[in-house]
């Protein structure tokens, strides 16, 4: 009996270890929230509908700032994990034109948004009420500026260089 039970187990962790290597890429979402690693930062990527200010506020109150794209790379990076997670809904980032009226920067850094990064005629402050810059899926990842009180999901980043 005692070799019987054995040879089960053994049968059982190797079907186990198989499966696990079959697919040790698999993403599981269990919360409806991301952490992400990539590069020097780190992202949590956080699908609740927020405005700009609170989604700001919620990634301030774990250290992180909302995310900024300070590279084509870093956008398409997020972008390709975006694809695969089924995104569909817009998404807050850290870029504004508070600062400068018309001229749009990442929040915490104060460096301009790619321009490469924009949809086609954005950021055009539409009816003079667009100030807080989101991105979302439009056939492809494209930035807009939009009213700030409208609410999206959003990406948290910690820069993770000293
Ligand atoms: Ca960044
Ligand atoms: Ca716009």
């Not at 979402?29 to 020097?40: D, E, Q, R």
């Not at 774990?62 to 809904?89: P, V």
Request: glycine share 6%; hydrophobic share 35%.
């Amino acid at each position: 009996m005692f070799r019987v039970c054995s040879l089960l187990v053994v049968l059982l962790s190797l079907s186990y270890l198989s499966e696990a290597s079959k697919d040790s890429y698999k993403l599981v979402n269990v919360t409806s929230k991301y952490l992400l690693h990539n590069g020097n930062s780190l992202y949590y990527i956080d699908e609740r509908s927020e405005n700009w200010y609170v989604a700001r506020k919620s990634c301030e109150s774990m250290g992180f700032n909302l995310i900024s794209f300070e590279t084509i790379e870093e956008f398409n990076a997020i972008n390709r994990f975006m694809d695969a997670t089924g995104a569909t809904k817009g998404y807050w980032t850290s870029g504004t034109d508070f600062i400068h009226l018309g001229h749009h920067a990442w929040f915490p850094n104060g460096i301009s948004v790619p321009s490469e990064l924009w949809g086609v005629s954005q950021p055009d402050n539409k009816n003079g009420q667009e100030h807080c810059d989101s991105f979302r899926y439009r056939g492809t990842y494209k930035m807009n500026d939009e009213p700030c009180t409208v609410k999206y999901f959003y990406v948290c980043e910690l820069n993770l260089t000293p």
